[in-house]
Nanobody
Framework: QVQLVESGGGLVQAGGSLRLSCAVSRSTNSRSVMGWFRQAPGKEREFVAAISRTGDSTYYGDSVKGRFSISRDSAKNTVFLQLNSLKPEDTAVYYC?????????????????WGQGTQVTVSS
C-alpha cells in the first residue's frame, strides 16, 4: 500500500515562505514521479509542480514559476515544495501525488496515489 503524508502547512503573511514535505512509503519513492497540486475553496484543483524520478527534471505551473521549488531526497523518502514570495491567492490545500511516468504532469488523473493534503493560508 502506497502512502503519502504531507506536512508543513500553516498560516503565513504575504511575502513569507513555507516548506512543505511529503513523506513517501519506502517501496514507492525511488521509482515514482512526484507532483504537487493545490485546491482552493470553490476552485478546481491546480497543478503546482512535478519532479522526475531522479530529481534532475522539474516542471512548474505558470502561477508559481519562479517562486516555488520542488525537490526530493530519496535517502529520506521525502519530496519537498519550497514556497517563497507567497501571495494570498496561494491559499489552498496542497496535495502531493505519485505516478510512474514523467509525462502529462499537469493532469491530476495521471497520478495514481495521493496524500491527504496540508492547508496553506496566506494573509494579506
Amino acid at each position: 500500500q502506497v502512502q503519502l503524508v504531507e506536512s508543513g502547512g500553516g498560516l503565513v503573511q504575504a511575502g513569507g515562505s513555507l516548506r512543505l514535505s511529503c513523506a513517501v512509503s519506502r517501496s514507492t519513492n525511488s521509482r515514482s514521479v512526484m507532483g504537487w497540486f493545490r485546491q482552493a475553496p470553490g476552485k478546481e484543483r491546480e497543478f503546482v509542480a512535478a519532479i522526475s524520478r531522479t530529481g534532475d527534471s522539474t516542471y512548474y505551473g505558470d502561477s508559481v514559476k519562479g517562486r516555488f521549488s520542488i525537490s526530493r531526497d530519496s535517502a529520506k523518502n521525502t519530496v519537498f515544495l519550497q514556497l517563497n514570495s507567497l501571495k494570498p491567492e496561494d491559499t489552498a490545500v496542497y496535495y502531493c501525488a505519485a505516478k510512474s511516468s514523467y509525462v502529462n504532469n499537469v493532469y491530476g488523473y495521471e497520478y495514481r496515489y495521493w496524500g491527504q493534503g496540508t492547508q496553506v493560508t496566506v494573509s494579506s
